[in-house]
Structure formats: C-alpha cells, structure tokens
C-alpha cells in the first residue's frame, strides 16, 4: 500500500465510507511487518485531525458469565443506540482463537439485526495470539471507527481473567453481565472481575416471567453487597440493574447507568483515565513490536527448532532455553 493508497484510506475513513472503515480495520489487525508499518502511517494520518484521547465517543467494554447472552444483550442496546441518533461500532474481542490467529465468533450472525443496521459496524477482533495483539488491534481499530464518525464503541470480550481486564483498560465504562440462577449468586464470578467492573446488569429478567424476575432481583440485592464490600469508602459503587436483552425491557436503564459513571468520572477525570490508558497502551505497543520482532529475527528462526525438540525430550531446561532464545536475538546479524 503506497503513501498516496493510506491517504485515500484516510479520507475514504473521514467520509465515513464503510468499505475504507473494513479495510483499515484488516490492516491495522495484520501482523505482517509491512502491514504494521503501513497501520501506522494510516493512523498518524488520522490523529492529524482526530485525538484518540480527546475523542467524545462513548467506549464500554462487555463481559459476562459463560450462557449469560452477551450478544443478544449487545444487539438490543445497540439497536437501542441507532434509533437515538448514535453511530454504534461493536468490537468483539476472541482470545480463544489463538491456534488459528483468526476470530471465530460470527457475531454478524448471531446479531442478524444489528449486522444489517446502516448506523452500526459489527466487527470481530481476532487477539492475533497475544493479549498484546488484543490491545494493539482492537485499541487500533477502536481509533478508526472513532475517526469514521461511530460515537459509541462497545467491546465485547468473550474470555475470562486477564483479557478482561486488557478490554478494562482501553475503555471508558465496564460493564459486567450476569443472570440469575438458583446457586450462589457469586459462583464463577471472581472478586477481579468485581474490582474492575463499572456497572453490573442481571441479565434475562423478563418482567412477564414473574419468578424469573425475582430471582433477577434477588442475585442483584445479593451483588450490590458484594460490591460495597469490594470498594473502598468514597469510589464510585457499580450499579446493579435488571435487563432482559431478548425483550429490550429495561435496557435503556443499563445505558442511564454507563452514562452516570461517564458523569461520574466528569471532563477532568475521563480525561485522566484515558491518558493512561494511552501510556500503558504505548508500552503494549512497545511489548508487542518485540514480541514480533523476536519471533522474525534470524538468530532465532535457526535454532528455533532445535530449541523446541530439546526442551520437548526433556534434554533442556525451559530457563537455560529462554536465555539462549535471547542471546541469539541479541547477537548481532
């Protein structure tokens, strides 16, 4: 891709143009070098008239139980958005599809109305096999759809424990999804998970299944109080509402809810949150640009396979082999 190819991209961005929108979105997620080299480029061009820090859109991130119909609950809030008057970009995050290096979530299917709606951009986001391919793609990504003019960015994240909190730290709001069952309230849900989240919304509480609607209630009475003991004195205390995604009943209440924390946070104190989101993302940068780089240096690629024969047959201790990886990556060619 030539200079005068990333400058068509740029503007084909700005003009909100959904082809130039998908095809800087492959770009910036490729891991080949020169992909790399061009996604920054593109995105230098961007920031020239769009400051990823100082951008109005509205980011939440999106996670929940295992069965807990995050993507129903992402379509009923997203169609929620457009018949507002919002753009509604929607990133799905896939840690799980690092054997292949490819998202195998079909979110374009399982949100068949959303996907054809003309003000949303439903794209799934392959981790490229790392937390550090998470952030860079999705972080990057998130900038373009910004830049074309989506106001709203919802991250959806499919894994559990770390990538959660990665997804945590490149968005404004956090909001954890659970449902009601007739266990523990608490089982599954660690108290990280707790720490990190913003709101908290008990899915599938439909107000015509009247004991579904209790136990709903009930698991959100019994989460509130966990939460109050998670927080110290003074933080902000997430939320705990009841929504049904597949009814739409009460979602605009979860949104009511995302906005207060953005109100909570106010100008000075988003403003904040999100320049060091920008630092520790520049040092995710910095990590993954070496992890790439050591996985394509010369030194290593020769006696990679050496290395992994002998510390399969047990001939080479794991740190004896790290140091010897890192030597080669440090002689010079």
Same mark, same amino acid.
């Given at each position: 891709?030539?200079?005068?190819?990333?400058?068509?991209?740029?503007?084909?961005?700005?003009?909100?143009?959904?082809?130039?929108?998908?095809?800087?979105?492959?770009?910036?997620?490729?891991?080949?070098?020169?992909?790399?080299?061009?996604?920054?480029?593109?995105?230098?061009?961007?920031?020239?008239?769009?400051?990823?820090?100082?951008?109005?859109?509205?980011?939440?991130?999106?996670?929940?139980?295992?069965?807990?119909?995050?993507?129903?609950?992402?379509?009923?809030?997203?169609?929620?958005?457009?018949?507002?008057?919002?753009?509604?970009?929607?990133?799905?995050?896939?840690?799980?599809?690092?054997?292949?290096?490819?998202?195998?979530?079909?979110?374009?299917?399982?949100?068949?109305?959303?996907?054809?709606?003309?003000?949303?951009?439903?794209?799934?986001?392959?981790?490229?096999?790392?937390?550090?391919?998470?952030?860079?793609?999705?972080?990057?990504?998130?900038?373009?759809?910004?830049?074309?003019?989506?106001?709203?960015?919802?991250?959806?994240?499919?894994?559990?424990?770390?990538?959660?909190?990665?997804?945590?730290?490149?968005?404004?709001?956090?909001?954890?999804?659970?449902?009601?069952?007739?266990?523990?309230?608490?089982?599954?849900?660690?108290?990280?998970?707790?720490?990190?989240? =913003?709101?908290?919304?008990?899915?599938?509480?439909?107000?015509?299944?009247?004991?579904?609607?209790?136990?709903?209630?009930?698991?959100?009475?019994?989460?509130?109080?966990?939460?109050?003991?998670?927080?110290?004195?003074?933080?902000?205390?997430?939320?705990?509402?009841?929504?049904?995604?597949?009814?739409?009943?009460?979602?605009?209440?979860?949104?009511?809810?995302?906005?207060?924390?953005?109100?909570?946070?106010?100008?000075?104190?988003?403003?904040?949150?999100?320049?060091?989101?920008?630092?520790?993302?520049?040092?995710?940068?910095?990590?993954?640009?070496?992890?790439?780089?050591?996985?394509?240096?010369?030194?290593?690629?020769?006696?990679?396979?050496?290395?992994?024969?002998?510390?399969?047959?047990?001939?080479?201790?794991?740190?004896?082999?790290?140091?010897?990886?890192?030597?080669?990556? =440090?002689?010079?060619?």
């Amino acid at each position: 891709m030539s200079d005068d190819l990333v400058t068509q991209l740029a503007d084909g961005i700005r003009e909100q143009k959904r082809a130039a929108v998908a095809r800087a979105i492959t770009l910036v997620e490729s891991t080949k070098p020169a992909h790399r080299e061009q996604a920054r480029a593109l995105l230098t061009a961007l920031a020239e008239t769009h400051s990823a820090a100082d951008s109005s859109a509205v980011r939440v991130g999106i996670s929940g139980v295992p069965g807990v119909g995050k993507s129903t609950f992402i379509e009923a809030l997203g169609t929620l958005l457009t018949s507002q008057g919002h753009k509604v970009g929607v990133l799905a995050v896939d840690p799980s599809s690092v054997r292949t290096g490819g998202s195998v979530l079909g979110d374009k299917t399982r949100m068949a109305r959303l996907s054809v709606d003309p003000h949303a951009f439903i794209r799934p986001s392959p981790s490229a096999g790392t937390l550090g391919g998470v952030a860079r793609a999705t972080v990057q990504a998130m900038t373009v759809l910004e830049a074309a003019g989506y106001d709203v960015i919802l991250v959806e994240t499919v894994g559990v424990g770390q990538s959660e909190v990665t997804v945590a730290g490149m968005v404004d709001t956090f909001l954890f999804l659970t449902i009601a069952n007739t266990g523990d309230q608490l089982q599954g849900i660690k108290k990280g998970i707790l720490e990190i989240t =913003d709101v908290v919304t008990v899915n599938k509480a439909d107000p015509e299944d009247e004991a579904r609607a209790q136990q709903a209630r009930a698991a959100a009475r019994e989460l509130s109080g966990a939460l109050r003991l998670v927080r110290g004195k003074g933080e902000w205390v997430p939320p705990v509402v009841t929504a049904s995604g597949l009814t739409g009943h009460d979602v605009s209440g979860v949104w009511e809810q995302v906005l207060a924390h953005r109100a909570h946070l106010g100008e000075a104190g988003l403003h904040a949150k999100r320049a060091e989101q920008q630092l520790e993302f520049t040092w995710a940068l910095v990590r993954d640009e070496l992890d790439q780089r050591l996985r394509h240096s010369p030194g290593v690629r020769a006696i990679r396979d050496e290395i992994r024969t002998t510390v399969l047959s047990g001939e080479l201790p794991a740190t004896v082999a790290a140091d010897r990886l890192l030597a080669a990556y =440090d002689a010079p060619e």
